[in-house]
């Protein structure tokens, strides 16, 4: 009997040890916890709440100083970005430099945002989050990710094309129709804007559903649900984060499409390209941090 007391408490502490080893914070919306959804109930500050997204992104800055590991990994992959843009890879066959350009991309782009958003969790909620931890719940929550991805990018090309179809049609884009009616110019200006209004709505209105994933740990869907919710609470305070991000943006890219006048300015081109690129996808960083923070403003509110 005691052998087998002692076999079931070692079982049950094995289970209990994988089930606390994410200990990263989950922050839901208050609707989707159990007990009070206060802020001092969630161990967050007032501060976090009146933050703007000026003093998020210099609180970005002062979290990356305290997390290093963030600079480290995204030091690695934009390397690893600037060698697959030279002819350092050469060696490699074609679909192995196509499969360390996907690998590369979508560690950026998933797996970098995913554990920013969860140190930026744990921080916001005076819960550190160790490298393990973030490593964890990044990898962790990575199939949910993809799912939410798919499901954006499929709404964001899906919807507008079926809303500019009667468009199209009446315009004689698909054979048969009649194409008098106005000028292929305005009918492709007039078509653009059609497919670009709501192509941009819902990319705005889903923007915060892979930090909803991560944080808030919910499924694809519901991602898309919080996300939507958040947005429309913040709409100001979104729009000043696509105009600072747009202008920041043209500002570290311009040096790479000046014209070529001159031998020095031709010779410091590919320089300022490098520059610029591996500037820009560090910045991008910063606001994937800026995004975390506004996410969790949003739920909490």
Same mark, same amino acid.
């Given at each position: 009997?005691?052998?087998?007391?002692?076999?079931?408490?070692?079982?049950?502490?094995?289970?209990?040890?994988?089930?606390?080893?994410?200990?990263?914070?989950?922050?839901?919306?208050?609707?989707?916890?159990?007990?009070? /959804?206060?802020?001092?109930?969630? +161990?967050?500050?007032?501060? &976090?709440?009146?933050? @703007? =997204? %000026?003093?998020?992104?210099?609180?970005?800055?002062?979290?990356?100083?305290?997390?290093?590991?963030?600079?480290?990994?995204? /030091?690695?992959?934009?390397?690893? +970005?600037?060698?697959?843009? &030279?002819?350092?890879? @050469? =060696? %490699?066959?074609?679909?192995?430099?196509?499969?360390?350009?996907?690998?590369?991309?979508?560690?950026?782009?998933?797996?970098?945002r995913a554990y920013v958003g969860t140190i930026v969790a744990g921080e916001l909620t005076d819960n550190p989050v160790t490298i393990r931890e973030g490593l964890h719940r990044s990898i962790a929550r990575t199939p949910a990710l993809v799912g939410v991805v798919l499901l954006v990018v499929f709404s964001v090309m899906t919807i507008p094309f079926f809303v500019s179809l009667p468009l199209f049609v009446l315009v004689g884009v698909i054979p048969g129709t009649p194409v008098e009616l106005v000028s292929f110019p305005v009918a492709a200006a007039v078509g653009?804007?059609?497919?670009?209004?709501?192509?941009?709505?819902?990319?705005?209105?889903?923007?915060?559903?892979?930090?909803?994933?991560?944080?808030?740990?919910?499924?694809?869907?519901?991602?898309?649900?919080?996300?939507?919710?958040?947005?429309?609470?913040?709409?100001?305070?979104?729009?000043?984060?696509?105009?600072?991000?747009?202008?920041?943006?043209?500002?570290?890219?311009?040096?790479?499409?000046?014209?070529?006048?001159?031998?020095?300015?031709?010779?410091?081109?590919?320089?300022?390209?490098?520059?610029?690129?591996?500037?820009?996808?560090?910045?991008?960083?910063?606001?994937?941090?800026?995004?975390?923070?506004?996410?969790?403003?949003?739920?909490?509110?």
């Amino acid at each position: 009997m005691s052998e087998h007391t002692d076999s079931a408490t070692r079982k049950a502490s094995t289970i209990d040890d994988i089930i606390t080893f994410d200990v990263a914070p989950t922050i839901r919306a208050r609707d989707d916890i159990d007990g009070c /959804g206060c802020l001092e109930c969630r +161990n967050i500050e007032t501060t &976090t709440t009146n933050r @703007t =997204v %000026l003093d998020a992104l210099v609180w970005s800055v002062h979290l990356f100083r305290s997390y290093p590991s963030i600079v480290a990994f995204t /030091g690695v992959i934009i390397l690893s +970005n600037r060698l697959l843009e &030279t002819d350092a890879v @050469t =060696v %490699l066959p074609t679909p192995a430099v196509g499969v360390v350009e996907a690998v590369t991309a979508f560690a950026f782009i998933i797996s970098i945002r995913a554990y920013v958003g969860t140190i930026v969790a744990g921080e916001l909620t005076d819960n550190p989050v160790t490298i393990r931890e973030g490593l964890h719940r990044s990898i962790a929550r990575t199939p949910a990710l993809v799912g939410v991805v798919l499901l954006v990018v499929f709404s964001v090309m899906t919807i507008p094309f079926f809303v500019s179809l009667p468009l199209f049609v009446l315009v004689g884009v698909i054979p048969g129709t009649p194409v008098e009616l106005v000028s292929f110019p305005v009918a492709a200006a007039v078509g653009g804007i059609v497919f670009a209004v709501p192509f941009l709505f819902l990319l705005f209105k889903f923007w915060f559903a892979p930090e909803a994933c991560v944080i808030g740990q919910y499924g694809p869907i519901e991602s898309l649900w919080v996300s939507w919710r958040i947005t429309t609470n913040y709409r100001g305070k979104f729009l000043l984060i696509v105009v600072i991000a747009t202008g920041s943006a043209l500002s570290l890219y311009l040096p790479t499409i000046l014209p070529e006048v001159g031998t020095e300015l031709t010779l410091m081109q590919p320089a300022l390209r490098v520059i610029s690129s591996s500037v820009g996808e560090l910045l991008s960083i910063v606001w994937a941090s800026a995004y975390a923070h506004t996410y969790v403003q949003g739920v909490v509110s």
